[in-house]
C-alpha cells in the first residue's frame, strides 16, 4: 500500500480567538485572508480523491478537524513513521511577496532529491493541462527536463521520502485570491495533484508495502 502524506501548512481560523494559528493578510478593504484556510481546503479535496483510489492510504501530518498550527517538528515526525520507499509527501502552502504583487503556483523539491524531481515534473504536467484555462501563472524553472524549484525548506530536509512544497498561488494578490476563492479552480487543482502522484507512485513505487 502506498502512503500519501498531505501536510497542510498552518492552523484554521474561524473566530478572532484564532487568528494567531496562520500567516493572514489584510487588503485594503479590510478583508483578512487567511493562508491556513485554503490550505486546509486544498487538502481536503485532495485526500477525497485519493480516498477513492484503491490501494492508497492517505495520512494528515496534523488533526485535520483541528483548528490549531501544528508545530513542525510533529509534522515532520508523523511523516518519518513511513517507510521512505512507498509514502509520498505534499505539503500545501499559499505565499504572499513583499509588494503583494507576485503570481502563481510553484512546486518545491529538496536539492538533488531525484525522486521528488520525478514527483514534481509528474505534477506540474498536470498542472499545466488542467489548469490552463484559468488565468494562473506558473513558476517552475525548467533544469534538467523538471519543472520545480530547489529549496531547504525543513519539512523537505527533515524528511526522508520523496515530497514536494506546493505554493498554491499568492493570497495576498488579488488576481490570485479569486482563484483561491474558485471551486472549479480548486478542484481542477486537486485533481491535479492527485492524477501527478498517481504516475509517480505507479511508475516508482515498485513495492507497496506499509511499514
Known sequence: MAIIIIDPGHGFVETSEDEDNSPSYTYQNQETVYEG???????????SIFKTIEGI?????????????????DRIKVVNRYNKKTTVLLSLHS???SL???????????IGRVRSEKLSRNISIEMMDNLKRFDSTFRFDYIHNVYNRDSRFKIMRKTKCPSISF????YDNP????????NDFLDELAISIVEGTMEFVNSSIK???EV
Not at 57 to 73: F, Q, R, W
Open 167 to 170: 505554493g498554491n498561488l499568492f
Open 95 to 97: 505565499g504572499t511577496s
Open 57 to 73: 492510504k492517505v495520512v494528515y501530518s496534523v488533526d485535520i478537524n483541528s483548528n490549531e498550527d501544528t508545530p513542525l517538528d
Open 100 to 110: 503583494h504583487d507576485e503570481r502563481g503556483l510553484e512546486l518545491w523539491t529538496s
Open 207 to 209: 513495492k507497496i508495502d
Open 37 to 47: 484556510n485554503y490550505n486546509r481546503v486544498i487538502a481536503k479535496k485532495v485526500q
Open 175 to 182: 488576481k490570485d485570491l479569486m482563484l483561491l476563492k474558485n
